[in-house]
């Protein structure tokens, strides 16, 4: 307990490695946790023994990587790799307290024999975009992602669901939640489809434990909690709402909320699932995404001369870059196959290329809950989902807005309307386009424009990153699909 105390005094941070470690001797801690994200935006760590971590390391890094066992870095000839602590990402890890006290730290991550950045780290690309910010004159910008989850009783996968061991057999999955309308069994408060938001006990069954996660990331992981509620779907689907940050340190705060979710449901026996469209026929998981550039403590995005919704010309621009580069951004804000079954009409989800004021039907949109309030002005990008990486998604938006003030490029006319019931001609006629249909198009985008990126993003990570995303999407191809049986068996 005392290093829990200790490392919630945010006031009166240790900065310097000398300090943090003479303070995790004082506090006995026996273990500290070193978190790195690969480049599809899995949470890795290595533990090791306090007395395992020096003060040079902080500046010199810890030799604990083999690049070549994680997918997407280094080859088996040139696999040493370095995690280096960032002081700034200390926190405490509640459970498992009979390991004694543990602490963790998220880590940059450097080749071995350097003191270069590696260009495939995620939050090395997150943090070249913040100089990149920088020298276009922008001195801080700031990021608000939306964090959407599920939580299932169990989820059962069939006897190869995964595709690999009797692959020949077939595969499927049964999904069990209590609030859902599907369980069999006693009945006690069922969410009917597309009727879960803000639903309280007994039909949220889940506002315990969401009290749970969020309390065990004010105090542990020092993050400012903003809300939490359930959303729209049923079998508790969930949104976690925390105050705004600077580009880096909110892409630490995306990763940490994710991790609490999956451990804190994991000891309640149930599972947290991030996934982006789980459940057929209702809502999916958006990681709706709100973003403002500022220069010496000013707002840009903010003009309270203009009438439509109080947005500065260079937000225009900005938003003009996003819907510019928006098919190709998907390659990265939607990046896994499960992804299109989320962008599709009807479900809230974004499937068109516009920008509005408070429409949810707009890709882009500007919340609009008040007026004359410059701080609060931000643009709110609907698309991303919860499997996107984000260190490399919001790298990937603020490149794209950075492009369209640097280009000039002006949106077409914001639409007002709900875009789903316009007819096809109506939205050309308003300059709508759709975004792609399937991660291989995607993909396809990206290939054709990704010169935007390459402020921040090294050729060979690009390059990767397609060759790994084209695999997964050739595997499930490969596949039969249950509903297969169900449309075609008497064909």
């Given at each position: 307990m005392a290093a829990r105390k200790a490392?919630?005094?945010?006031?009166?941070?240790?900065?310097?490695?000398?300090?943090?470690?003479?303070?995790?001797?004082?506090?006995?801690?026996?273990?500290?946790?070193?978190?790195?994200?690969?480049?599809?935006?899995?949470?890795?760590?290595?533990?090791?023994?306090?007395?395992?971590?020096?003060a040079e390391m902080f500046e010199s890094g810890v030799p604990k990587l083999d690049g070549s066992s994680v997918r997407g870095f280094r080859e088996i000839y040139d696999s040493d790799m370095l995690l280096v602590p960032d002081a700034r990402s200390l926190a405490t890890i509640p459970w498992n307290p009979d390991s004694g006290a543990t602490v963790r730290f998220i880590c940059d991550v450097r080749i071995g024999g350097t003191t270069e950045p590696y260009a495939h780290d995620p939050r090395g690309v997150a943090r070249k975009t913040e100089k990149v910010l920088?020298?276009?004159?922008?001195?801080?910008?700031?990021?608000?992602?939306?964090?959407e989850f599920f939580v299932f009783d169990t989820v059962e996968l069939l006897p190869s669901a995964a595709g690999v061991r009797d692959a020949w057999s077939g595969a499927g999955y049964l999904l069990n939640h209590g609030e859902a309308p599907w369980q069999s069994g006693p009945v006690q408060a069922t969410v009917r489809f597309k009727e879960g938001y803000h639903r309280s006990p007994p039909h949220d069954s889940l506002l315990a434990m969401r009290d749970e996660m969020c309390n065990i990331l004010a105090d542990d992981f020092h993050l400012v909690m903003d809300a939490h509620h359930h959303e729209v779907a049923t079998a508790s689907q969930s949104e976690i709402n925390v105050r705004f940050d600077d580009l880096v340190p909110m892409a630490d705060h995306v990763q940490d909320i994710r991790y609490v979710i999956r451990n804190v449901a994991a000891r309640h026996g149930k599972v947290g699932c991030l996934m982006p469209k789980p459940v057929y026929g209702d809502n999916g998981i958006g990681m709706h995404t709100n973003q403002s550039l500022w220069k010496k403590g000013t707002n840009t995005f903010y003009d309270a001369s203009d009438?439509?919704?109080?947005?500065?010309?260079?937000?225009?621009?900005?938003?003009?870059?996003?819907?510019?580069?928006?098919?190709?951004?998907?390659?990265?804000?939607?990046?896994?196959?499960?992804?299109?079954?989320?962008?599709?009409?009807?479900?809230?989800?974004?499937v068109f290329i516009a920008w509005s004021k408070a429409n949810r039907s707009a890709n882009v949109r500007i919340p609009f809950y008040h007026r004359g309030r410059p701080a609060a002005k931000r643009?709110?990008?609907?698309?991303?989902?919860?499997?996107?990486?984000?260190?490399?998604?919001?790298?990937?938006?603020?490149?794209?807005?950075?492009?369209?003030?640097?280009?000039k490029i002006e949106p077409p006319p914001p639409v007002d309307e709900n875009i789903y019931k316009l007819s096809p001609s109506k939205r050309r006629e308003l300059q709508v386009r759709e975004l792609p249909g399937s991660l291989g198009e995607s993909l396809d985008c990206l290939e054709s424009d990704r010169a935007f990126l390459k402020p921040a993003f090294a050729d060979s990570l690009l390059d990767t990153y397609v060759e790994l995303k084209r695999e997964e999407q050739l595997e499930l191809n490969l596949r039969p699909h249950p509903y297969e049986f169900y449309r075609y068996l008497d064909v």
């Open positions: 490392a919630k005094e945010p006031g009166k941070p240790a900065n310097t490695g000398a300090a943090i470690v003479e303070r995790l001797e004082r506090e006995n801690v026996r273990w500290v946790q070193l978190f790195y994200t690969d480049v599809f935006g899995g949470f890795n760590l290595v533990s090791i023994p306090r007395h395992g971590l020096d920088a020298a276009a004159g922008f001195d801080r910008s700031y990021w608000g992602p939306e964090i009438r439509y919704a109080e947005v500065s010309q260079t937000c225009r621009y900005y938003i003009g870059g996003l819907l510019d580069h928006a098919r190709a951004l998907c390659a990265i804000t939607n990046p896994i196959t499960n992804s299109y079954r989320r962008l599709v009409p009807g479900y809230e989800a974004p643009i709110e990008y609907r698309t991303p989902d919860s499997a996107a990486n984000i260190y490399l998604t919001e790298a990937a938006l603020a490149l794209a807005g950075l492009d369209g003030i640097r280009r």
